[in-house]
């Protein structure tokens, strides 16, 4: 089951540090979203990518955050000079199209030391 | 701001018995509601969706009702099974944002046998 892969599974970074979630769609998959779960709370959206594209980043905190779907390979999160609260786990998913379901990866857990 | 509310945190139900989440929310332009299941340590997997223009859908076990006057949903299990323990998160969108998301906080089901 080629589904949307995400890794690392676990990140630890110290503070200060860069952090870079991965995100392969799954196969023929070109819409990408980014979501985070914080502790005790539901997913919240981040951004939404199509191939080299940034089509909605509304919900991406202003500065330290970026994102990145390049032509070719997975989709990147960056996160610049992690802080504490950055700790959380961090959820990809990929539709076909816009409006067809989405399907998530497991989630990428971030923790902050 | 939540836009989507689900105010049990969590329910246990026996084994072949009806188990009933609620969501609420509160954007009156959202189109499309979904219901997400998600076991510790994965990804949400889609389980069922109600377009704003029909008030059930059924797949099997899982019925969706959606009252929009009330602005409020709700997914039926029947029979619960032990298998179904986990947190389902209800999520909404408007139909023109394609993917982007807006999750209530979840409800931890348990289904004891």
């Known amino acids: 089951n080629a589904g949307v892969m995400q890794n690392p599974r676990h990140l630890v970074r110290r503070r200060g540090q860069e952090a870079r979630l991965r995100c392969s769609p799954m196969k023929g998959h070109s819409h990408v979203y980014w979501y985070r779960q914080l502790p005790e709370e539901g997913l919240k959206f981040m951004v939404y990518?199509?191939?080299?594209?940034?089509?909605?980043e509304s919900g991406m905190p202003k500065e330290r955050f970026s994102a990145e779907f390049p032509k070719e390979g997975p989709s990147i999160l960056r996160i610049q000079q992690v802080v504490r609260g950055d700790s959380a786990a961090y959820f990809c998913?990929?539709?076909?199209?816009?409006?067809?379901?989405?399907?998530f990866g497991q989630g990428t857990r971030l923790t902050v030391v | 701001d939540q836009q989507v509310k689900q105010n049990s945190p969590s329910l246990s139900v026996q084994e072949g018995r009806i188990s009933i989440l609620n969501c609420d929310y509160t954007n009156s332009m959202f189109d499309y509601f979904l219901w997400y299941k998600k076991y510790p340590a994965e990804g949400p997997t889609f389980l069922i969706s109600?377009?704003?223009?029909?008030d059930k859908n059924e797949d099997g076990r899982f019925t969706v009702f959606l009252n929009k006057s009330a602005k409020h949903l709700s997914l039926h299990i029947v029979p619960s099974q032990p298998g179904d323990s986990a947190v389902y998160f209800c999520a909404a969108t408007e139909g023109r944002y394609g993917n982007k998301l807006v999750f209530g906080a979840g409800t931890i089901l348990r289904v004891k046998s």
């Open positions: 109600i377009s704003s223009i029909k």
């Open positions: 998913a990929s539709s076909q199209q816009l409006n067809t379901e989405a399907f």
């Open positions: 990518l199509q191939k080299e594209n940034i089509i909605d």
